[in-house]
């Protein structure tokens, strides 16, 4: 028994040695030497026909035997998954990595921070403000009483959680009462943000969407203070060639108003005779709302509208989007289509 076990020793370590490097092979071995009815195995069962006074002996040298089998194969196993020698590392640095895509500003961010740097680059400065408001400063203070008609135009989501007396603002003239309560003249400010009214939606209109209003106070401000702020952004925003013009308007808050065209983006002014798909063949793109200040305004919050002058404008920021970029339907700002969103 014991002559056996040493062959049986001598064997298996030769071939171990002699199938190093094969996977396959050594597996083979691993099985034929320590499977359930492999040759370890069977010696061990041989352990009862062994004299009694040469048990305890005998199977010393059979354990002897298992342990150093199992070692050679694994120890053979583990020379396959270490790293060849004189290789210090297995990823090879020089290789380009795995690009991610990054995202970027949403269009109509874009176009507020645009709008934005435009004016401040003309003194003014960004003043923001709550989006739910009371019926007075959202109305009373800008010169719309309850029974004026033109309040039809700016309702909006009243709330009921909160008595009913506040709302969703429907224009961010608000922030302007809010802001000349606690400021003296002479300031300049634009309001980006938020507004909100029970528009149904379409390709051209949507419940919520976002506006950027101005407002420059202080003595001596005319209507051509006005002009000239108006032309300056049309010129930065949509081209150094594009016209604009001034319509006499209507605007509770501002008396004189008008509403301020450009010239046609794509056909530049000049599809009078030839329809055009963007302007309707008139040659001009309204883009916003402007005129002085009322001097009902002025009294509301505390100015004497004898010595104090102003203008104020609003532009809704989808429309400049919207003009700017070519987009046909407002509601592509906002269904987070990708194939969309990637051309800004």
């Not at 319509?247 to 599809?271: H, K, L, M, N, Q």
């Not at 008139?282 to 005129?291: D, N, Q, R, V």
Request: charged residues 25%; hydrophobic residues 35%; neutral net charge.
């Amino acid at each position: 028994m014991k002559d056996r076990i040493k062959e049986t020793e001598s064997r298996a370590l030769s071939e171990v040695k002699a199938a190093a490097g094969q996977r396959d092979g050594l597996e083979s071995l691993r099985i034929k030497y320590l499977g359930r009815k492999g040759e370890i195995s069977e010696l061990f069962k041989g352990l009862s026909a062994i004299a009694p006074e040469d048990k305890a002996e005998v199977g010393k040298l059979l354990n002897e035997l298992k342990i150093s089998v199992t070692n050679v194969i694994e120890g053979s196993f583990a020379s396959l998954s270490a790293k060849p020698s004189g290789v210090k590392n297995s990823i090879d640095v020089t290789l380009p990595g795995i690009s991610r895509r990054l995202g970027n500003l949403h269009p109509i961010t874009q176009t507020i921070n645009r709008i934005s740097e435009i004016f401040i680059g003309l003194g003014f400065r960004v003043v923001e403000g709550p989006e739910i408001e009371t019926e007075h400063y959202n109305f009373e203070a800008l010169n719309i009483p309850l029974e004026h008609p033109s309040r039809d135009a700016f309702d909006t989501f009243y709330l009921e959680s909160l008595g009913g007396k506040h709302l969703l603002r429907s224009h961010t003239s608000p922030v302007q009462a809010r802001f000349m309560e606690k400021n003296k003249p002479p300031f300049s400010i634009i309001v980006p943000g938020k507004v909100y009214r029970p528009d149904a939606t379409d390709a051209s209109h949507s419940f919520m969407f976002h506006q950027v209003e101005g407002l420059c106070v202080g003595k001596d401000i005319h209507f051509s203070d006005l002009k000239g702020c108006l032309e300056t952004f049309a010129k930065e925003m949509f081209g150094s060639s594009t016209k604009m013009r001034l319509r006499p308007s209507f605007f509770p808050f501002t008396e004189p108003s008008a509403e301020v065209d450009i010239s046609c983006i794509i056909c530049g002014g000049a599809a009078m005779e030839k329809r055009c798909s963007v302007c309707g063949g008139k040659g001009w793109l309204e883009i916003l709302g402007a005129g002085m200040v009322n001097p009902k305004v002025f009294e509301k919050v505390g100015y004497d509208p004898k010595k104090i002058t102003g203008f104020a404008f609003g532009m809704g920021v989808e429309r400049i989007a919207m003009l700017k970029y070519g987009i046909n339907d407002i509601r592509m700002f906002y269904e987070n289509d990708e194939r969309f969103l990637r051309q800004f």
